[in-house]
């Protein structure tokens, strides 16, 4: 029996979170990963532009991050009681970048800071509503389980992404349009009083990526002054990736809380929440704070000693010039082979990350605009770029990322693959 099917006797689906199993590769199992590659237990190598859905922004096994952590192991075991002094000096780091945090507690996974930024949210305003938009993902908890990839019918409707949510848990979440102006002045106008949050990506990567305009992120931020609504940036994707003080620096538009993640150690299970220190001085890690906040790895050295080594290294060396260059290469070289080869896309992303969507432009701006993209030429094209060792996940509207790691050449590799590619599905 292979490890795979001795995998799926024990373990349901075979893998350890949704979207790991992907159809045609049920086979897959993982043996090693460095820099910009991983390879499989048939000895295959693959250059890696999944990613892990984003953590690895200096490349796999980042040597200086990898050294930090082992002299982190070497000295220093999570304790479980007061703090290290590398949580602080990371806490003071995280409120001098990121633009909107002035104090911030550190969270596992990215799930639990925006849980713990949605509870924070009705704890201070007494209100029972959430705003979120289609197309965004903010983690597998219930407030927030829906409307991520709806079916065409589900849009304007609540979508659950799993069974198993109290129906008035879903009904406290409006989900709106992204980049509609309107529909948020409209949802303020009706339900102002009770909306205690208004949570999004800045840019929803996990449709891959749909820019926001400048007037909806300000039409958030003025709906939720005036409404004393709590604005919540996730920026569990775009933190650190896109920007040192993630994509809100970028638009120059300051939430009240930020939630962080993934690329923030480079791949250490990690999550932050941050923000104002009037709203985050209610969590209970402030003695008599009502606001209940534990976890028992949390601050757990090991991440620490990640995310300390990746905020260094991002701040000493080139990185965000080196992804963002590649980024821009890849998004005008692949445009440029689609136009020569006829075949109508739309290839977008921001920085480091990149999407190829089989749809004519203009570039989308919502999801529904997504719904041009023909999701069997998005998956098709993947696959066969997967058959030639480029490691594009093979799935409906997920984005591909850049690393620190990632050379000229890795980018020369993906442009032939495609061309190969496109070429065969053409045929
Ligand atoms: N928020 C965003 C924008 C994400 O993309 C994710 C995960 O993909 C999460 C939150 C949840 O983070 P985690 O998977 O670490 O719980």
């Known amino acids: 029996m292979t490890l795979a099917e001795r995998a799926r006797r024990v373990i349901p689906g075979g893998v350890n979170s949704g979207q790991r199993s992907i159809p045609g590769l049920t086979d897959l199992v993982i043996t090693r990963t460095q820099g910009s590659r991983f390879w499989d237990s048939t000895g295959r190598e693959f250059t890696d532009y999944h990613a892990a859905f984003g953590p690895p922004l200096l490349g796999h096994n980042d040597p200086d991050v990898a050294a930090a952590v082992a002299a982190a192991r070497a000295s220093l075991s999570l304790t479980g009681v007061a703090v290290t002094e ?108 009770d909306i205690a ?15 926001p305009t400048d007037d909806f992120l300000r039409t958030l931020r003025e709906e939720c002054t005036r409404a004393g609504s709590v604005l919540v940036f996730d920026e569990v994707i775009t933190g650190f990736r896109h920007a040192l003080g993630g994509y809100q620096e970028v638009a120059g538009i300051v939430p009240d809380l930020t939630t962080l993640g993934k690329a923030i150690a480079n791949g250490a299970p990690v999550g932050a929440l941050g923000g104002r220190a009037d709203l985050m001085e209610h969590f209970s890690s402030r003695p008599g704070g009502p606001v209940f906040f534990a976890g028992t790895y949390n601050g757990h050295p090991d991440v620490v000693a990640a995310a300390s080594a990746t905020v260094r290294k991002l701040r000493e060396e080139p990185v965000h010039e080196h992804v963002f260059r590649l980024g821009d290469r890849v998004r005008r070289e692949l445009d440029a ?45 993947r696959r066969r770029l997967v058959e030639q060792g480029v490691f594009e996940l093979p799935l409906n509207l997920k984005r591909s990322h850049l690393s620190y790691a990632h050379t000229d050449a890795d980018v020369d590799r993906l442009l032939e693959a495609t061309e190969r590619a496109v070429g065969a599905m053409l045929a």
């Open 197 to 211: 949050a208004v949570i999004l990506e800045p840019v929803p990567h996990n449709v891959g990526a749909l820019l």
């Open 337 to 381: 082979l689609y136009r020569r080869l006829d075949v109508p896309v739309v290839v977008t992303g921001f920085g480091s990350v990149f999407v190829t969507y089989f749809m004519p432009g203009p570039a989308p701006r919502s999801y529904d605009d997504l719904l041009a993209n023909d999701a069997s030429r998005f998956v098709g094209y």
């Open 86 to 193: 590398g949580e602080v000096l990371l806490a003071e780091q995280l409120a001098e970048l990121v633009p909107s945090i002035e104090k911030v507690l550190l969270t596992s996974t990215g799930s639990e800071a925006t849980f713990h930024a949605l509870r924070l949210a009705r704890a201070v305003t007494g209100r029972r509503l959430v705003v979120k938009f289609q197309g965004c993902y903010h983690g597998w908890h219930d407030a927030v389980s829906l409307n991520v990839i709806s079916a065409p019918d589900r849009i304007g409707r609540p979508d659950p992404t799993s069974t198993g949510i109290l129906p008035e848990v879903l009904d406290a979440t409006l989900v709106l349009r992204f980049n509609d102006v309107e529909a948020v002045r409209r949802a303020f106008a009706d339900h102002g009083d």
